[in-house]
DNA sequence: CTGGCATTTCAGAAACTTCTGAAATCTGGC
DNA sequence: GCCAGATTTCAGAAGTTTCTGAAATGCCAG
């Protein structure tokens, strides 16, 4: 790998956290790879920039691929295909975040959901259904008030993100005005 | 493993989502168990209930002890150990989040800063530095909002989350009223 | 201080994942 | 339809993680 230093680091570091999560580290480096540079890299870039097998690229963009991740574009007179990460960094994280969640999420949701419904034998059984529901009820909260925020603007999610808490001051200010208990 | 279908199919389904995160099939598994269990387990239970060996039990122990997800509690007049998961799921939540920004977020925020400080030489690297600067703006932005909704009492985060997008009519209307443009 | 139970550590075995080079397949231009 | 270059697949090697039983350590009660 001859790279420029600040690439290096950067591209190393994303490899290790890609193997703290279920990504594998080559991925993550070229991922980091793509989203650093300055113009889109086909294979053999990739190659000798991260210094790997040709096969190994091959397959860690086929895994980003699935990520919807990277974005293919070819360069006149030239038939390879050369890969990019979105420009938009909110857009790659909203990609993330939606394949994370169909890929984590919700068959969690489904598995929960299944044995809330089942009739519970024992007293053990019933315990063990009423944590499920309590699990259940968060990640549903959660994921349907991610679902909604999504459909903001990046520019209007950036504003509400930056009031982070003092958001409750507006609806304090609401339930005032409209006479219920804050 | 003997257990309840119910409770079964709940623990091996975290058994695998944990192998997709970082985290061990059985450590998954031990954590599903101990979160539907009605009372304290410790580590003969787990042993007996799982049907994995007990050196395996303490280290899948030890490494939830390290994530902070577990309880400890003795019965009188039995030395071993008990464990549990705490009641409140959004603790639960709260927790874990807190290990995975401490784990993941932190040293990654780390990395970027250092790489923003640094001097470009090339416009490559320039290049990349400004891509690296996005990044860092966006997480930070994000786990910014994190540590600010985190001090919220469950109470007013989950009546903030069932609003979903819809604050942002409250800010429109705030907008209007102070006279500024939506 | 000691005996006995509880827990942890550890080294090696088993299982799994990643990585590679070589072969197979695909594809567009002639 | 064939060639050349590009890409993918694949089987096995290398590397890593997980898991275990056995031994070591810790710790309380008497």
Redesign the interface.
């Known amino acids: 790998m001859e790279l420029?230093?600040?690439?290096q680091?950067?591209v190393l570091?994303f490899g290790e956290?890609g193997s703290?999560?279920?990504i594998n580290r080559t991925v993550g480096q070229i991922y980091a790879m793509l989203?650093?540079?300055?113009r889109p890299l086909n294979a053999d870039d990739l190659v000798e920039k991260l210094g790997m097998s040709r096969s190994n690229v091959s397959m860690g963009l086929k895994e980003l691929e699935s990520w919807r991740l990277v974005r293919l574009s070819h360069l006149p007179g030239d038939r390879r295909e050369y890969f990019s990460a979105p420009e938009d960094?909110?857009q790659i994280?909203m990609t993330l975040a939606d394949e994370r969640l169909r890929?984590?999420v919700e068959?969690?949701l489904t598995?929960?959901r299944?044995?809330i419904l089942?009739t519970?034998?024992?007293?053990?059984?019933q315990?063990?259904?009423a944590?499920?529901r309590?699990?259940h009820d968060?990640i549903d909260?959660?994921t349907?008030?991610f679902a909604?925020?999504r459909?903001?603007s990046p520019a209007?999610l950036?504003?509400?993100?930056?009031?982070?808490?003092?958001?409750?001051r507006?609806?304090e200010?609401?339930d005032k005005v409209v006479g219920r208990k804050a």
């Open positions: 420029p230093p600040l690439i680091s950067f570091h956290m703290r999560w279920g989203f650093v540079a300055d960094v909110w994280f890929r984590e068959p969690t598995t929960l299944d044995a089942a519970p034998i024992s007293a053990e059984e315990h063990a259904q944590r499920m309590q699990m968060l909260l959660l349907t008030w909604d925020v459909k903001l209007t950036q504003q509400l993100l930056k009031m982070g808490g003092a958001v409750v507006l609806l200010i609401k």
